[in-house]
């Protein structure tokens, strides 16, 4: 056991938001401090130079207080005053010049008579990440990692490094923000890999090219826009929805706190839309006036696709700076917020040509990447997973919550699987896909991944849609889950990372755990096959009965009818697997009869069972 006095934290210090994460024995986690993982990057102060509000409470209260609140600091730290001419007109609270030691001039934030530095309000930032953290843990925390742009210059670094000091922490280590995302995604495993890294935030768009070779990460050329970003698509919708109520309504919004207020009903519509077709805009502009109209996904990836285009044509500097062609990126990854947008991922999986990593949360994976940096120099790495063979088996949950393996624990990495699926009901046009790690028979005892839905297809008889289901494990241990109904060709996928939160310990207990059940899971799982072929040939005898039930013999018609409800009562209840097997062969052939009557007027229908076909 480590002493907690040796933690080392990790900090994503970001334009907007920050975060803090640490490396326990499940391996990194974001630390929560209730009000969700983010810190919003944002200090207000009195007028009197004290700190009044740091985080969400100093966001809200910008509006009311634009002097006084200090955002966007990481713009501003380790620049000289006259590398900031532009950065400067865009900002609401008052920078002064301060000459430097070195004959640099240093920009300083005026608040009342006081002047205080962007390491020091940094500082506000790292220091209430530190206090999140020591809640956290119980004890001071007086050690961290800091992450910082790849493009940041020494001073840039050396003022990131000073706000920590002024936040009481050791900066034990200063890294690239790329570098701590390839970290997150255990990138660091392969030998020789040179990776692409998209980091599209709320206002900062940056992309670098990095190698590793052996255990290092160089940087081989990093390009970006320090101001582009998810603001600007939210300023598309605004602009839309300011067009429209001025051409409908004669009314302009002008007032800063509507024009906010359409900002936050911007970015939901946005959000909205990264998980569905299309959103409501709905504006109430008084007297008894409503703006309404539908956006759909088509018409905001128009919006947006300038501001997409400019992201691909700094990737593709960085390309050439690197002197590289796509196909020559091994790895995508993709951080910030904005990378949650469909069509982001979509046209930079285009330009790479290949599906960009978007396992892990792209708001978190820096911080979780500077965690495990600060792990390993906490000398506590443990053990990772033995990565090069998947440590327990994957699959999904079937009917009636059985776990359908696709891949078998041990396989060699990288793997692929594929298998096929049906419907369970008529005109079932929807499927859930719950991903399942675990050696036991049933989804309840296993772990859930992550569950993702499957539309879009056609209305048809239970047992007739073919849904292929396929697992791909990357050499990185990266798994993909991608879901294809065959007619329809209706598509869904998610992108996961088994190893996370899972101990050697874990797997080990997990594993015990099967062998120690395995016999009652493997009855578990029968009886639960047995009830869906109990439930399947009920169901296709009683629609049999309905259709054709005419041309059979009546005695027999009522025997099939009468074992049809006492052959569902007796599944529900039995725990006897032999003897429910016995009476649904019975049933089944009682049933022959009505399956010729059906065949004989035409009816092709397969008679599979649910499930895996
Ligand atoms: P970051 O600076 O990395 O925290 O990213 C913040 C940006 O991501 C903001 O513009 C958010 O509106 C945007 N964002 C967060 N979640 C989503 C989402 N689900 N879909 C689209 N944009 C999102």
Not at 24 to 31: H, M, N, Q, R, Y
Not at 98 to 125: F, H, L, N, Y
Not at 334 to 351: K, N
Not at 371 to 378: D, E, F, G, P, R
Request: aromatic letters at 4%.
């Amino acid at each position: 056991m480590t002493s907690k006095r040796d933690i080392i934290i990790g900090i994503d210090l970001g334009t907007t938001n920050s975060l803090v994460a640490w490396s326990g024995p499940a391996g990194p986690e974001v630390i929560d401090d209730g009000d969700g993982p983010m810190l919003p990057s944002v200090v207000a102060y009195a007028d009197a130079g004290g700190v009044e509000r740091i985080g969400a409470p100093a966001r809200a209260h910008a509006i009311e207080n634009p002097t006084n609140t200090v955002y966007s600091i990481k713009r501003l730290i380790g620049q000289s005053f006259d590398d900031l001419a532009e950065e400067l007109g865009r900002l609401p609270y008052p920078v002064e010049r301060r000459s430097g030691e070195d004959g640099r001039d240093m920009p300083v934030v005026r608040i009342g008579a006081k002047r205080i530095t962007p390491q020091e309000v940094s500082a506000v930032i790292l220091g209430e990440l530190r206090e999140r953290a020591s809640r956290h843990f119980g004890e001071t925390v007086n050690r961290a990692v800091i992450t910082v742009p790849a493009y940041f210059d020494d001073a840039q670094r050396q003022a990131t490094r000073d706000a920590g000091a002024i936040a009481g922490l050791e900066v034990v280590r200063i890294i690239n923000e790329p570098t701590a995302a390839a970290l997150a995604y255990g990138l660091d495993r392969n030998k020789h890999a040179t990776v692409a890294v998209y980091d599209l935030g709320g206002g900062t768009f940056d992309v670098t090219i990095l190698r590793l070779s052996g255990e290092v990460f160089e940087v081989l050329s990093t390009a970006g826009d320090t101001h582009l970003g998810g603001d600007d698509f939210d300023r598309t919708i605004m602009d839309l929805a300011a067009r429209e109520i001025a051409e409908q309504f004669k009314l302009r919004i002008e007032s800063p706190a509507t024009q906010q207020a359409l900002r936050t009903f911007a970015e939901n519509v946005k959000i909205a839309l990264s998980n569905q077709d299309s959103a409501a805009l709905e504006i109430d502009l008084g007297e008894g006036r409503t703006y309404q109209r539908e956006l759909t996904v088509a018409e905001f990836e128009a919006l947006i696709a300038p501001y997409v285009e400019r992201t691909l044509a700094s990737c593709r500097t960085a390309l050439r700076d690197a002197r590289l062609q796509p196909a020559d990126i091994d790895q995508v990854v993709m951080v910030g917020g904005s990378t949650r947008v469909p069509a982001v991922r979509r046209r930079v999986g285009e330009l790479f040509g290949r599906a960009p990593y978007t396992a892990l949360d792209p708001d978190q994976v820096v911080a979780l990447g500077a965690a495990i940096q600060a792990s390993v120099l906490a000398g506590e790495r443990r053990d990772l997973l033995l990565l090069d063979v998947t440590p327990l088996s994957l699959g999904i949950e079937t009917m009636g919550g059985a776990m359908g393996k696709l891949i078998m624990k041990n396989t060699k990495m990288p793997c692929q699987a594929t298998e096929t699926f049906t419907t369970f009901q008529d005109g079932q046009t929807a499927v859930k896909i719950n991903v399942l790690q675990g050696e036991r028979e049933l989804a309840r005892d296993c772990r859930s991944l992550g569950v993702f839905n499957l539309t879009g297809i056609p209305p048809m008889p239970a047992g007739m849609p073919k849904v292929d289901v396929t697992f791909l494990i990357d050499q990185n241990g990266i798994l993909n889950v991608s879901a294809k109904e065959q007619r329809s060709g209706a598509v869904a996928a998610i992108q996961i990372v088994p190893a996370h939160g899972l101990t050697p310990d874990e797997v080990k207990r997990m594993t015990a755990e099967s062998i120690a059940h395995a016999a009652d899971d493997m009855q578990a799982h029968r009886l639960i096959d047995l009830r869906n072929q109990v439930a399947f040939d009920t169901n296709k005898a009683e629609q049999m009965l309905e259709r054709f039930g005419e041309q059979i013999d009546d005695a027999l018609r009522d025997r099939i009818a009468g074992e049809l409800t006492a052959l569902r009562t007796f599944a529900d209840e039995t725990t006897d697997n032999d003897e429910l097997a016995r009476r649904l062969k019975t049933f089944d052939e009682l049933t022959v009869p009505l399956a010729e009557a059906g065949i004989s007027s035409g009816l092709r229908e397969p008679a599979q069972p649910q499930g895996r076909r």
